[in-house]
């Protein structure tokens, strides 16, 4: 069963008379604990698919059925709802709260959910034991590392059991040890039967996925599956 | 249901965090709202004291009272009409006194202005009402001393006086009145009453306590001549339920006293306390309305500081509404948010102002009376509110429709 299939998507956006082509007659499809990397040099169209598929932005043309229901014709507040559910960010820039210590950050989600307070903290906690930072929770994001903060932040994404997590160049800000870790916790989170769609123009990271979607231009230029690279990366890791 | 309260719960934790962390700002944005509704509040206190004031003043005249007159106090009728009428005589009022049936009290009443003396103390340009004894029938005097003239006294033209409490309190600063001899003009009287406080003093010197209250016959016997000038006469009717009865009979019978025919006009005015209330409403209404505009125009300011701190707010805040927006919170919950905080600086700011305008009201009462209510509290506390709404709304509007992915860009 496909999570995400998008059939024939175009995105068009006015930039004063201009009418730039985002995206151009994009078809693909999703599975379940799929671990895609999409890639493309800037201006490639990447970011704008990105944002579709994460709900946040919706397409000039074409169908987007997101667990077979179809998302184009959703309201605002049904968008925010399978934002809230069904996905979870992670972004370059962490983007989280400055004034909120990690587990009010890692609730946001869930209050914007309506989960009770108990079990909100109680999801937040585990939420947050589970990317290694159990003993982090009460501090506020200046006084994290910035793969802590990371850190936080993919606790976030996967404090509401999303149907997919998007990361938007997720080690982008990080030194590249830095940055291994949190692809190393990507590919844990993986295993556990997550689906995943990362952002990326670094080769080397877009290497840790299952399969590699290449745009450019607003098309995909190739489609592929890599064959098991990743349980070299994982080994590596391991080490570390 | 419970995620909307989850979502003020959170909407609430950020306004708090937002306004904290912004001391100055917020306290700044506060002061515009505490000033504004200090000084609406200290105005519609100070509005409410003079109006009982004046309220608690003509009802101590007595609402069921008529006054029969030369002059109409509020009319259409030209003045040189009512300057040509007939005075109304003494010999009238014993005529008219006795057609009358329907009143409780009548008394004519005449005055003139005078300086009261005793020993060197002085008061100048008092009204020293003349009447009889029915006169106090015909009002709600209470006593704080003494009694008021008898009908033998009145009859006689005694050299007896009954004075309001202002002039004891001036005459008689630290002892009794009753008994002493007091000068008005020049002759003397004896004091046998003293009024309780009557009236206030937004009626200046129509206050019962800055008058003097002396036999009619006296006063033709010291001052002028009995037909001199036209006397009023005071009619009371036998409660406020009868004062419409009362007026058509008197009519009648002053009409009948006067010999005049039915296709002639009534050569006289019937007046009433109500016209007193109608014109007061009418000019010191529309300097009321006109202060409380002007002092609006103070909250009105604070308002606009509060939007402008708002958008401000929300300007820096976007890349926190995207990743708010992003992970699913909805437009309301966005609007609320701003709202809660623009709310939240006018409920803070709305409550120091009130509690000041409480204290400056309570100090203004030295001088004018005010008068802290209920409704005035409630008041305050809703404009600020309200104010916090109207004017956080746009920002929040801006910030609920902004664009997620714009919003995430941002920098």
Not at chain 1, 46 to 68: A, E, H, I, R, W
Not at chain 1, 115 to 122: A, L
């Amino acid at each position: 069963m496909n999570i995400i299939k998008i059939e024939h998507i175009s995105k068009i956006y006015k930039v004063g008379l201009e009418e730039v082509h985002a995206l151009r007659d994009v078809s693909l499809s999703i599975d379940k604990n799929e671990y895609v990397a999409i890639m493309g040099p800037s201006g490639s169209g990447k970011s704008t698919l990105m944002n579709m598929l994460g709900c946040l932005d919706t397409p000039t043309s074409g169908l987007y059925l997101f667990k077979g229901v179809s998302v184009s014709e959703m309201s605002d507040n049904q968008l925010a709802n399978i934002r809230n559910k069904e996905i979870g960010f992670v972004f370059q820039t962490f983007n989280l709260l400055a004034r909120y210590d990690a587990i009010h950050n890692v609730e946001l989600p869930l209050i914007y959910g309506g989960v009770p307070k108990e079990e909100r903290r109680e999801r937040a906690k585990r939420a947050l034991i589970d990317v290694g930072l159990g003993d982090r929770m009460n501090h506020k994001p200046n006084e994290l590392s910035g793969g802590q903060r990371q850190r936080v932040a993919i606790a976030r994404a996967l404090v509401t059991n999303p149907s997919i997590i998007l990361a938007d160049e997720p080690t982008g800000n990080l030194d590249s040890k830095t940055g291994e870790e949190i692809m190393a916790l990507f590919q844990e989170i993986h295993q556990k039967g997550n689906t995943i769609i990362l952002v990326t123009h670094e080769e080397y990271i877009a290497e840790h996925a299952a399969r590699i979607i290449r745009l450019r231009d607003g098309l995909i230029e190739k489609d592929e599956f890599v064959e098991k690279r990743f349980t070299n990366t994982l080994n590596k890791n391991q080490e570390i | 249901m419970r995620i909307i309260l989850l979502e003020l719960k959170e909407g609430l934790t950020i306004a708090l965090k937002a306004i904290i962390s912004n001391k100055i700002r917020s306290l700044l944005t506060m002061l515009g709202i505490f000033i504004g509704v200090a000084v609406v509040i200290t105005m519609s206190t100070a509005i409410k004291g003079i109006d009982n004031s004046f309220k608690e003043g003509i009802s101590s005249l007595g609402t069921d009272v008529l006054y029969i007159d030369k002059w109409a106090w509020f009319t259409n009728v030209e003045w040189w009409k009512m300057r040509n009428r007939r005075n109304i005589t003494m010999e009238e009022f014993y005529k008219f006194k006795n057609l009358v049936r329907l009143p409780k009290a009548i008394a004519p009443v005449t005055n003139t202005i005078q300086p009261i003396k005793y020993n060197e103390r002085r008061v100048d340009n008092v009204f020293v009402n003349g009447s009889t004894a029915d006169y106090i029938k015909t009002t709600n005097f209470t006593f704080e001393q003494g009694r008021f003239y008898s009908e033998i006294e009145s009859n006689a033209g005694r050299q007896v006086a009954v004075i309001g409490s202002e002039i004891a309190k001036k005459l008689f600063p630290n002892m009794s009145a009753l008994g002493r001899t007091i000068k008005i003009g020049n002759f003397n009287y004896k004091v046998v009453g003293v009024l309780a406080e009557q009236g206030s003093f937004i009626l200046g010197p129509w206050n019962p306590d800055n008058q003097v209250y002396i036999p009619i016959e006296t006063i033709f016997k010291n001052f002028f001549n009995r037909s001199f000038k036209t006397i009023t006469i005071n009619v009371r009717a036998n409660g406020p339920e009868m004062v419409d009865e009362t007026k058509s009979e008197i009519e009648g019978v002053m009409r009948k006293v006067r010999g005049l025919t039915y296709n002639q006009e009534n050569d006289f005015s019937i007046n009433q306390q109500e016209g007193l209330q109608q014109s007061y409403n009418s000019i010191v209404g529309v300097i009321q309305i006109a202060g409380l505009f002007i002092t609006s125009l103070s909250l009105f300011v604070g308002a606009i500081g509060i939007m402008n701190i708002m958008f401000v707010s929300v300007k820096e805040r976007t890349k926190e509404i995207g990743l708010r927006k992003a992970i699913g919170a909805k437009k309301r919950a966005i609007l609320s948010q701003f709202l809660l905080e623009s709310s939240v600086i006018c409920f803070i700011g709305g409550l120091a102002g009130l509690i000041a305008a409480i204290i400056i009201s309570l100090l203004i009462n030295q001088f004018v009376p005010t008068s802290i209510q209920i409704d005035s509290i409630i008041i305050g506390i809703g404009v600020s509110l309200i104010t916090g709404i109207i004017s956080g709304f746009a920002p929040a509007y801006t910030a609920a429709n902004m664009d997620a992915v714009e919003a995430l860009r941002y920098e």
